[in-house]
């Protein structure tokens, strides 16, 4: 079984922000794969299902991203999933827009959330689908006003490819080894 954490903030208002591309490719997994990410439990709104043959809890932490760590903690200790098997979708304001990184533990890249995962699990071990949201005007902004803000309407077009790599790196983690999924979409 895997667990696989979308990362974002709740709330209507930050539904078309770049800091909710976690929840927004979670979404697209759940509806492509007949799965309702609607149960509450522990400040988390959860779905359970298939996802290529693997069993999967899709997780939206009901806190800020920020806060990831405790919602996660309950459900992988209630389901008994070891990091190695959670799988965190995570905005990289390092990237550009677009860009798919996979890894295996490592830092955390600038997020306060994979900080907050990591000491939550007492692991940093889980897998990171780093997903690029820098667009052309990142350089002049400071990343907190960055990632708070909406995709503009030339990036919302390039977000359905987006979400479908990010999707793909995804379906690869579940399906393969995790070392070759990493080469494969590495830096």
């Known amino acids: 079984m895997k667990l696989i954490i979308g990362l974002g ?69 209630f389901l008994r999933i070891k990091p190695e098997d959670i799988i965190v979708i995570m905005d990289d304001f390092a990237l550009d827009l677009g860009k798919i990184v996979v890894e295996q533990g490592g830092i955390n890249h600038g997020h306060p959330g994979i900080d907050n995962l990591a000491i939550a699990l007492k692991s940093p071990n889980f897998i990171r689908v780093r997903v690029g949201i820098v667009g052309k005007s990142a350089s002049k902004k400071k990343r907190e006003q960055y990632v708070n803000q909406e995709f503009d309407p030339l990036e919302n077009v390039q977000l359905i490819n987006i979400i479908n790599d990010a999707e793909a790196a995804i379906r690869s983690i579940t399906q393969g080894d995790i070392d070759e999924v990493v080469e494969k979409f590495r830096l």
């Open 9 to 77: 903030n709740p709330g209507e208002k930050y539904i078309n922000r770049r800091s909710n591309i976690g929840f927004k490719i979670l979404d697209v997994i759940a509806n492509n794969n007949n799965i309702d990410i609607r149960t509450k439990k522990k400040k988390s709104l959860i779905g359970r299902g298939e996802f290529e043959g693997e069993e999967v809890v899709l997780l939206k932490p009901q806190t800020y991203a920020e806060l990831a760590g405790e919602a996660a903690l309950y459900i992988a200790s």
